[in-house]
């Protein structure tokens, strides 16, 4: 039997917390101590099958900026299933619950995908950002070129012009 179930950050259990960080490892060759940040301080969707943690993902707050706005981003974070349990559906599962929330507490949600990942946000609804992406660093705003072509939006409140520039906040290792 497998169940999905949210949880703030503040609210995990530590062997909980331990857990979906081991899991993101395990599904990630490339995983960094930032990226397991990335995943912190915000609503974690974590699933199970009995005791064991096959599944996480979490939306965070951020702020992205387009068209002379700062938009309140659920922001997509530490999507992973155990590579013994992928293709059963649980990644959609982990999904729905958190576009949810999105739908229901931001302005737009947002996502840097890897190469793999592409087909599986276009399927489920999410809009391939097609203009220049940038992010305000503490030396100013500056071109990431680097992570066009992966960055999804899930429109919710505002209107978007997917060609449009678009910048992100701040942050320690991939900004996007």
């Given at each position: 039997m497998t169940s999905v179930h949210l949880a703030h950050t503040a609210d995990l259990e530590p062997a909980t917390r331990d857990a979906a960080r081991a899991?993101?490892?395990d599904v990630f060759s490339d995983m960094t101590e930032d990226d397991w940040e990335h995943s912190?301080?915000?609503l974690h969707a974590l699933l199970w099958e009995g005791t064991?943690?096959?599944g996480h993902?979490?939306?965070i707050q951020r702020r992205l900026m387009h068209a002379g706005r700062a938009l309140r981003t659920g922001y997509i974070?530490?999507?992973a299933v155990r590579a013994d349990r992928q293709r059963r559906g649980y990644g959609s599962a982990l999904m729905a619950e958190l576009e949810r929330v999105v739908r229901a507490a931001y302005d737009l949600g947002a996502l840097g995908?890897?190469?793999e990942g592409l087909p599986f946000y276009q399927a489920r609804g999410?809009?391939?950002w097609r203009g220049p992406s940038y992010v305000l660093s503490p030396d100013g705003v500056r071109r990431t070129e680097e992570d066009e072509g992966a960055i999804f939006v899930l429109p919710v409140s505002v209107p978007l012009d997917l060609s449009g520039e678009i910048t992100c906040d701040w942050r320690?290792?991939?900004v996007w």
């Open positions: 899991l993101l490892y912190l301080g915000g064991q943690l096959v993902a979490a939306v974070e530490g999507v995908s890897s190469d999410w809009q391939l320690e290792g991939d």
